[in-house]
């Protein structure tokens, strides 16, 4: 019980984490009044958002072993809370990869809302995550800082709040199912010897109008072949004479 409720207060991270952050750019998106938005800049401000959520998470996490231990053994608390930040970055990822195949067929508008997506870049950012975060739990000393205890404090003021508590409760229990399922998932595609670029190349290929490719084919068969029955007809109409009868020419030799 007491690993589950770890994985839950990790998930309460997670979704107050989202939440602040949601807020911080609103506010930057306010001040910069609305600039077109670059490559560049959207990477810098991911690579500065999974910063934090790393920093932030393991000193959620060397918070919670101090208030109370629910995890004794280190190792345990590093190996659990690094497959289930592991698991909640794959998440994110697959969400921006749909996101940004639904874009694609999309109009302008759902255009300027997507970020930038590159799975190379994606999975370099995610391991490299994963490894500053291990970093981050050994050596705590990193996230000691004002600004990631200002990211904890927060966390755990609105997650102790009377209502909007219970609110941000049941979102991470839900988002911690959500995590699951859908990390598994991606796991057993690696398992099975698939790679994320060819699970996402697999996911490519499905479209919503799939169900019309059997209608369409079934089409193109028909018109092809009324085609060929139109060159029959005009073949055999080409050669009759006044009485209605078809003329053949004579192709055996002499």
Not at 96 to 118: H, M, Y
């Amino acid at each position: 019980m007491n690993i589950l409720y770890f994985i839950f207060l990790l998930g309460i991270n997670f979704v107050i984490f989202g939440f602040i952050w949601g807020v911080f750019k609103m506010l930057l998106r306010m001040v910069t009044g609305g600039i077109n938005k670059s490559p560049q800049s959207e990477y810098i401000l991911r690579v500065s958002k999974y910063i934090l959520l790393v920093a932030v998470t393991a000193n959620f996490v060397h918070s919670i072993n101090q208030e109370n231990e629910l995890i004794q053994s280190f190792t345990a608390r590093v190996i659990i809370s690094s497959i289930v930040l592991g698991l909640y970055l794959l998440g994110k990822l697959q969400n921006r990869n749909r996101f940004s195949q639904f874009s694609a067929i999309g109009g302008d508008l759902i255009k300027s809302l997507t970020s930038t997506f590159d799975p190379k870049v994606e999975r370099f950012l995610i391991i490299g995550s994963i490894v500053f975060f291990i970093a981050c739990l050994f050596f705590p000393s990193i996230v000691d800082n004002g600004l990631i205890n200002w990211f904890t404090n927060a966390i755990k003021g609105l997650s102790n709040a009377f209502f909007i508590g219970f609110i941000f409760n049941i979102i991470a229990f839900f988002s911690i199912i959500n995590i699951f399922m859908r990390g598994s998932n991606i796991l057993g595609k690696l398992i099975s010897g698939e790679s994320l670029t060819d699970s996402f190349k697999k996911e490519q290929k499905k479209s919503p109008f799939g169900n019309m490719g059997g209608f369409s084919r079934g089409f193109q068969n028909q018109q092809n072949s009324s085609t060929v029955e139109d060159e029959y007809v005009k073949k055999s109409t080409t050669n009759v004479d006044e009485e209605g009868f078809t003329e053949y020419e004579d192709v055996t030799e002499e």
